[in-house]
């Protein structure tokens, strides 16, 4: 667990930590970094075409060079580069088959669905069809909309 959590909290900047939903939001964009270095190249090869590192290192090379730090700038600590720039890449090219074949949308989806992901869900619920990790639910411990007042507890011995 430990070594989870230093994962997700590695690129957590003064600023991120300062606000809890920039810090939530960070943590689960780390965990779909983390579940899309798996996902991703399944989807990818499903459909035809894969991502090598040279890519991946050119897009790095390229986005820090533009703006220095870019990639700090985010939250994706130097360990997670790489990974960074691979899934930007699967994923340009994964909108771009949709984009020219709206039938590709749902064959990435069948793929995506088939392949087996679970998140503790604390930490949200894994979307497969976005190929993202959805926020947490909120309403796990709430009534639902509607629902009668809960009664008032029983004095007991009073």
Known sequence: ???FRNVVTAGITPEIA????????????MLGLLINQYVL???????GFA????QAQTLVSQANQR???Y??????????ELAWGKQALEFQRLNEMIARD?????????VSKGIPV??????????????????????LSSPPKGAPPPSPAIPIGG
């Open 67 to 69: 703006q220095p730090g």
């Open 102 to 110: 709206r039938a590709s949308e749902a064959r990435i989806a069948d």
């Open 118 to 139: 679970s998140v503790n869900p604390r930490f949200g619920s894994w979307n497969s069809a976005r190929l993202q990790v959805d926020p947490a639910r909120t309403d």
């Open 18 to 29: 300062a606000n809890p939903a920039d810090q939530e939001a960070y943590q689960r964009n």
């Open 41 to 47: 190249p399944q989807v990818a090869a499903a459909v």
């Open 71 to 80: 990639l700090k700038s985010i939250g994706i600590p130097p360990q997670y």
């Open 51 to 54: 991502v090598n590192d040279a």
């Open 1 to 3: 667990m430990s070594s």
